[in-house]
């Protein structure tokens, strides 16, 4: 008997503490399903919107594409600036301020020499590669009077020849098989674009020449801060597609395999470009305030390519999880 008394007062003393243990399950539980519905009607709308949501990102890519394409024009091949707060920096801005035009000068070479010069190439200034100088140095003055001021030297073989300088020849190797012209011109920011056409130009003209040369004649090459900027921006605008061409298929092969379905791939690899070309384009206003270097854009790239395989592997194999349970 009192070992039931006992019980009784122990269940009327904790009944309360029952009663307010359940009222709070049944609040969690309703808490739950009240965020459960709340996400249920979010992913509802969105499925609901799923064709409007695919044609703003549609035609966000066409419009965003051209300033993609722009930004990769624009983007400085290699930074020629020390980092900001250091004295370098300190003695650049200094030197850019007291000489503002000899801060913009730039050198450009173009070298002639022989094909093969342990054949019968005694020296490389022939009447062939007097002819290739004197029609690029025309070119160079017609670009200078094209944009006046910008030519400050030009030197070449037979122009110092022609000067009876005291002493040898400097545009001239000392086994004879090769010359060089150069010059020195003035290419601020704003010319920076005629500057790379003009030198491209340059290029197309001596690969002419070097193609009808024979095999025993003359082959010119150019090089100087213009050249090598423009040819390193051409090198890894050209590359960088052939690069994740030639190593995409195997991220390709491995999201294939874990989807096991060619619509669910299809829907992996279609976010990509747009993913690419808005970001690019979002990046391109940045550029204009701010120069934006050509790794950055590889990295973007990487990052873009990456991360939407990443995202694409852990949303659609938790969706196949999902529909074959039945959900």
């Not at 490389?124 to 017609?142: E, F, H, I, W």
């Not at 990052?303 to 999902?322: H, I, K, M, P, Q």
Request: charged fraction near 20%; proline fraction near 5%.
């Amino acid at each position: 008997r009192g070992k039931n008394m006992s019980s009784r007062m122990l269940t009327r003393e904790l009944s309360p503490t029952s009663h307010l243990l359940e009222a709070r399950a049944c609040q969690a539980v309703h808490h739950g399903e009240k965020k459960e519905d709340a996400c249920f009607s979010f992913a509802r709308g969105i499925y609901r919107l799923r064709f409007v949501f695919v044609l703003v990102w549609v035609v966000a890519t066409v419009l965003f594409a051209p300033f993609a394409w722009g930004l990769i024009l624009r983007a400085a091949p290699m930074t020629k600036t020390p980092p900001p707060g250091t004295r370098s920096s300190a003695a650049m801005q200094m030197f850019e301020e007291h000489f503002s035009g000899l801060a913009i000068l730039r050198k450009e070479m173009i070298v002639i020499k022989c094909k093969q010069p342990w054949r019968n190439c005694p020296t490389a200034a022939t009447v062939m590669a007097k002819g290739l100088v004197l029609k690029l140095q025309d070119m160079v003055k017609r670009f200078d009077v094209e944009n006046p001021d910008t030519v400050v030297q030009i030197h070449t073989y037979f122009g110092h020849a022609g000067h009876h300088q005291l002493g040898d020849n400097p545009f001239i190797a000392g086994d004879k098989k090769s010359i060089m012209m150069s010059w020195i011109w003035r290419v601020p920011p704003s010319m920076k674009g005629k500057a790379e056409d003009f030198c491209e130009e340059i290029k197309k003209e001596i690969k002419l020449n070097n193609a009808y040369s024979g095999e025993d004649g003359l082959e010119a090459a150019a090089t100087g801060i213009v050249f090598l900027d423009h040819a390193m921006k051409e090198t890894l605008i050209e590359e960088i597609p052939v690069h994740e061409i030639s190593t995409i298929w195997l991220p390709f092969l491995i999201l294939a395999l874990a989807l096991r379905s060619g619509r669910m791939l299809l829907l992996a690899l279609f976010p990509m470009p747009i993913e690419i070309c808005v970001s690019f384009g979002f990046m391109y206003f940045v550029s204009l305030s701010t120069p934006v270097v050509l790794f950055a854009l590889m990295m973007m790239l990487m990052l873009c390519t990456s991360l939407s395989f990443d995202y694409a592997l852990f949303t659609l194999t938790r969706y196949a999880e999902e529909r074959a349970a039945g959900e």
